[in-house]
């Protein structure tokens, strides 16, 4: 019985300990955070002011807004991402950072460049297309009618992390195009 206790005391011991180190830490670890979001919306910005005539040309805007995961979701799983995004009519286009599987996968973060349709047959129309055309590397996210193109990135490879995301997207929009995305988000079922 003794030694529950003291497991007890020694976890209480360490919680106390977390809180106190926490209560000075806490702030600077924020402001690391949101120095880092806002690097990295920076960069997706960067990304996308380039493409966005050919994006505009697919969805029929170029106001992109920012997205992202919240500590609380983070914290009910593993995976979170920071995004840009701009909606048309019927569709919108998104380019993104994404972890997923944090403890488990040996893949640092995912660059994605996606689409998401209003309407599951749209949706559906467009992912057939694509997958027709470009088998399995098109991501399809069926719950979220959003289907993407994503490249893996390796520790080594963080350099490179701006250009690769750019690659991505550049193939993304091809991909798009070859299957005349417009043609099959403006058709009728």
């Not at 976890?11 to 690097?39: K, N």
């Not at 992109?64 to 919240?70: G, L, P, Q, V, Y």
């Not at 998104?94 to 994605?112: A, G």
Request: neutral net charge; glycine residues 4%.
């Amino acid at each position: 019985m003794r030694k529950a206790k003291s497991e007890s005391a020694d976890i209480q011991h360490l919680r106390s300990a977390l809180v106190c180190a926490g209560l000075s830490t806490y702030p600077l670890a924020m402001q690391a955070i949101a120095e880092f979001r806002e690097e990295v919306f920076s960069m997706l910005e960067r990304v996308a002011k380039p493409r966005k005539p050919a994006i505009s040309q697919m969805v029929g805007s170029t106001e992109f807004k920012r997205n992202s995961d919240e500590v609380d979701a983070f914290l009910d799983g593993t995976d979170t991402f920071l995004s840009i995004f701009t909606n048309g009519a019927s569709c919108a286009f998104t380019i993104y950072l994404s972890w997923q599987d944090v403890n488990l996968s040996p893949d640092l973060v995912r660059v994605r460049a996606g689409i998401w349709c209003d309407k599951r047959a749209t949706f559906e129309k467009v992912t057939e297309a694509l997958q027709d055309r470009f088998g399995s590397k098109i991501i399809v996210q069926a719950d979220d009618y959003e289907c993407c193109l994503e490249k893996a990135i390796q520790q080594q490879q963080i350099g490179k992390l701006e250009s690769d995301l750019g690659t991505v997207c550049d193939a993304w929009i091809r991909m798009l195009r070859t299957v005349n995305f417009l043609k099959l988000i403006r058709s009728k079922q």
